[in-house]
């Protein structure tokens, strides 16, 4: 959709999991682009959930977290 589809409010790993089980199988296969922040747990996630998918790190997160 070129679109934003969802921020999520609650970022606990079983909580992202239980919204993403919700898509069909085929379409988690589709999925072609992810932004996610830099919790590496996220990464393992969704690369078991959307294996097609490449996953970009929020531009956000980077600076904030080299600047620190």
Same mark, same amino acid.
């Given at each position: 959709t070129?679109? @934003?589809f969802t921020i999520f409010e609650d970022?606990? +790993?079983f909580k992202l999991a239980q919204y993403f089980i919700r898509f069909p199988r085929k !379409?988690? +296969?589709n999925v072609k682009y992810l932004v996610?922040?830099?919790n590496?747990?996220?990464n393992?996630? @969704?690369k078991k959930g959307f294996p097609n998918?490449?996953?970009f790190t929020d531009w956000f997160q980077y600076c904030v !977290?080299?600047?620190s």
């Open positions: 070129n679109m @934003l970022q606990r +790993l !379409t988690q +296969l996610m922040d830099m590496a747990s996220y393992q996630l @969704l998918a490449e996953i !977290t080299h600047q």
